[in-house]
């Protein structure tokens, strides 16, 4: 284990006085140089192949937080406390001055956090430490901005997490110019003696360093999130907003190349927009199953796409003045993806991914999956919440050097797409499950969607999620520390500033009546890929039903293959119908309106107010179109030179 002398290396760094006065109190601090150093660190102490992270607290004895155990291919962490192991949407607070549309400390819990902090480094002040420098979004050398975690030693696993899905920079490495632009406290122990047992990530924004304290050892509101929430700081005043997407560069089996970004809420598709489409164990796809008399149809696609992947969840996009030619510039925000397995449920459903877990090249990081020591982990084996209830959040950490194929560096994006976790629809039970395979959606639409993002059907990422609540706007709110309607006017001038992308909406899990997992998504990306960028015409697509679904093509074919046109317009389904469609647009519609109120702020740029206006008007599909980019082309040429004029 390679230790740096903090007199010495890090006196260079100008770190700040908080924290040099804590590492000089701390009985000992180590600084890992590499990622076999963090992985030691996560073992250490381990009995029989399981470490156990404990700590003790004041009234309540020795509480075991987290286990980890070493596998052959894997340290997997599991919770005792199943509360613990998916982030609570309602865990971070903002406790500074700053504009912030969150809810601030000091509202919460009745008093300023300056004196929860002073205790927080006063704890950490007493404990052994690590002490680790980490890359920021794709980090840049030359501005030298990245960041630290300061933990206590016995949570290696939580810091070999951050090193991993940001990038570790070596104690040896740290450049001369290292800017410390964020700091995350770790302080478990904190759930139970402040917060009743509760998740809670405090946000402090100061003049030259955003704070982010950590009061739980699950690292995704704070090791994953928090540090999201930092780059939409950061992208608030430089206009940049990171996006939670994933990206892929599709290439035909012609090779063509079509660069797709999928967004949406927590457990709405995005890594599954990077999986190649799970097939049955004679080759045909499961395009449905009916949730009430069980038949089930199918399609033959002979040869997938080639995926590319660019960006999991986080991605990166600069101002549009670096590429003149209308299309999204965007760069993943992270070295490794925090992959989300519980569709995996027996082997065989994945095999790409069941061959990078199973015979990783390093040893990978999990959480909430089955583990014996010193034996092979599989991603199917899924700890349970009580008996006969598996977690519905089993995560792997993927470094992305050791997905085949990747793409480092910036990417066009051609296309975006919106994903939504839908419920079954019928005429007995309508709800909001009545979008089709694919939508095409005009600019003005597509950004709405962005606003209300709805968190979706049985959300497997978050504790006590609502079929219709709103993720918030760009469905990355959760994570964000500023206004509402700043967020809102940055997506809308991204929108205006990139008028080659087209974009689309997805829905997963339900199309009306049938059941479809994630395949809308896997065979829209195939169609879209075969078809390429080019504009749809009006003869080719159909206004839906309900106009904030903008249109929907005639016919999808793939391969020869041609989808039962049900699937594009559910409300031909005989179990649903109109009049059922109709209650479910209803539902849509009371959900759009409810919760684009909110965003009519005076600050709101006047287009943006147009378009919500309209919506709330019960605006058609050509009001939409006129409003911005429109998702289709006219039929004839005379009409293609104003098209694109907003």
Known sequence: MNTINLG?????????????????????????????????????????????IAYDIPGQGRIVEATVTRCKNALVVNYPDPQMRRRD?????????????????????????????????????????????????????????????????????????????????????????????????????????HFEGKQLVVHKRRSETHEVFAYNLYPGPSAKKGVYGVLLSLGETGEWPTLHASTVEVVTPYDNVTTIMHEGASGGG???????????????????????????????????????????????????????????????????WFIRINHIEHYGTDPHMEEMTIHAKEPLIMFNIQATPHSTCLIWEHIEDSPGVPCPNPRVIMPRQLVPDHVEGAVRVMLRSFGVRTPPCTRENPSFGIMG?????????????????????????????????????????????????????????????????????????????????????????????RRGVAGFHCHQVQPARCNLLGYTPRTMQIDGASLPQWLLQPELQSEIGTDGYDAGAAQLRDFFEKTLQEFLHPDLDPLGKE??????????????????????EPDHLDSLDNLWQS
């Open 437 to 529: 395979f694919l939508h095409l959606l005009p600019a003005s639409l597509a950004w709405l969607w962005r606003l209300v993002a709805p968190r979706g059907y049985a959300n497997p990422s978050i504790t006590g999620s609502s079929d219709m609540a709103s993720e918030g706007v760009g469905s990355y709110w959760p994570f964000a520390t500023g206004r509402v309607v700043d967020h809102a006017n940055l997506l809308l001038r991204q929108i205006q500033t990139t008028p080659k992308v087209r974009y689309v909406l997805i829905p997963n899990q339900h199309v009306g009546a049938w059941e479809v997992s994630f395949m809308p998504q896997w065979i829209s990306r195939e169609y879209l890929a």
């Open 611 to 632: 378009i919500i206006n309209c919506c709330l008007n019960g605006g058609t599909h050509e009001d939409y179109d006129r409003l911005l980019y429109p998702a289709i």
């Open 270 to 336: 995005k890594s599954e927009m990077l999986e190649f489409a799970h097939r049955e164990s004679d080759g045909r796809l499961q395009i449905g199953k009916n949730v009430l008399d069980g038949q089930t149809r199918h399609m033959v696609l002979t040869q997938n796409c080639r995926l590319r992947p660019v960006t999991d969840d986080m991605a990166m996009c600069r101002p549009n003045n670096q590429n003149k030619d209308g299309h999204l510039v965007a760069q993943d925000a992270e070295q490794a």
């Open 8 to 52: 010495t290396e890090w006196q260079r760094l100008r770190l700040p006085q908080d924290i040099q006065n804590l590492l000089m109190q701390s009985p000992g601090c180590t600084f890992p140089s590499s990622r076999q150093d963090l992985l030691e660190l996560a073992l250490q102490g381990q009995k029989d192949g399981i470490t156990e």
């Open 89 to 193: 949407p309602d865990c971070m607070v903002v406790a500074d001055d700053q504009q912030t549309d969150k809810a601030r400390y000091s509202d919460r819990f009745g008093e300023s956090f300056d004196r929860i902090r002073d205790e927080t480094l006063a704890w950490l002040a007493q404990q052994k430490l690590i002490v680790m420098a980490i890359s920021l979004g794709a980090f840049d050398p030359k501005s030298g901005q990245g960041g630290l975690l300061v933990a206590p030693a016995n949570a290696g696993f939580f810091a070999a997490g951050l090193a991993d899905l940001q990038g570790l920079i070596p104690a040896n490495q740290i450049p001369e110019n290292f800017k410390v632009r964020t700091t995350i406290y770790l302080a478990p122990p904190f759930r139970h003696t």
